[in-house]
């Protein structure tokens, strides 16, 4: 584990920067070294990820499918869940075929979210495997152990006045996120960008005790001000920072939950959207 400290918010901090609308943002000096290469290796370990690869580093392995109750050929997910690492793919209908009605056939035309998760015992479950896996595997599961300490101090600092609600197991899951168009054109690429960012980023709080946002590759993450109610786009997380965010259940212990969601960037230069956070959850009892 990386024996760099990080910049750590106290109790009154945080309450401090929720009356003022001020954004609880870190320099972290483990982005901006060991883990600069962030966004090159996110995108080596979207590449390296399908079902035979999931399969041969998945001891336990489930697969499901989850359709929208409503529109359920426009928006729905497939599943992998597994005892080393997890993912899935999220899908939205793409934005010609969204205009259409759904007649039960799911069109090629589509927005794509995927999520890696890695977890508390990722690491120790990958070096139990026996076998050789990919660095970008390793590095993520690593990057989690090293940041598990900041989560670990919120966990303390923030909500320990309601542990007693808590089974034994918090959980600490990274979540390697990519944003992608896979069914746009050179032209149509922006447009495609823009609906993924608009369906995909609508604004909500997680169901989650807080989060640490490690940033994205490019400014399109907005958070809610706390005393203004204005969208703020949080622009340091396309540099080396972090945020502290504060999920449903910490509003238990007296904060204001963080409403976020995706604003799209126009800059037509821009492709595939990655972005790294740590939710810290408890199991209630």
């Known amino acids: 584990m990386s024996k760099i400290t990080h910049k750590l918010f106290t109790l009154d901090e945080l309450h401090d920067y929720q009356q003022q609308g001020k954004w609880p943002v870190a320099d972290s000096l483990l982005l901006s070294t060991k883990y600069k290469d962030r966004w090159e290796v996110a995108k080596k370990l979207h590449d390296i990820i399908d079902v035979d690869f999931w399969k041969k580093i998945n001891k336990m392995q489930e697969i499901s499918e ?17 005892d080393v690492f997890s993912w899935d793919d999220d899908y939205i209908s793409g934005p010609e075929s969204w205009k259409l009605k759904d007649n039960g056939v799911k069109s090629a035309d589509v927005v794509q979210r995927r999520k890696i998760y890695f977890f508390n015992w990722t690491k120790e479950n990958i070096r139990d495997l026996g076998q050789p896996v990919p660095q970008e595997l390793k590095y993520f599961a690593e990057m989690l152990e090293d940041f598990r300490p900041v989560l670990e101090h919120y966990l303390t600092e923030n909500y320990s006045d309601q542990s007693d609600q808590w089974e034994d ?17 050179e032209e149509t690429l922006t447009e495609h960008r823009e609906h993924c960012s608009l369906r995909f980023g609508r604004e909500h709080c997680d169901e989650t005790l807080g989060g640490l946002h490690l940033g994205e590759n490019y400014s399109e993450f907005y958070a809610k001000n706390t005393k203004t109610n204005e969208r703020n786009i949080i622009t340091e997380l396309a540099e080396d920072k972090m945020l502290w965010m504060h999920g449903e259940d910490a509003e238990q212990s007296g904060f204001i939950p963080t409403y976020h969601g995706v604003e799209h960037n126009p800059d037509p230069s821009l492709q595939e959207r990655y972005s790294i956070i740590i939710d810290l959850q408890a199991n209630y009892k």
């Open 66 to 82: 989850w359709n929208d109750e409503h529109i359920p050929s426009k928006i729905y997910s497939h599943i992998y869940s597994g």
């Open 169 to 185: 197991l918090i959980l600490y899951k990274l979540m390697v996120i990519k944003y992608n168009t896979p069914s746009a054109t």
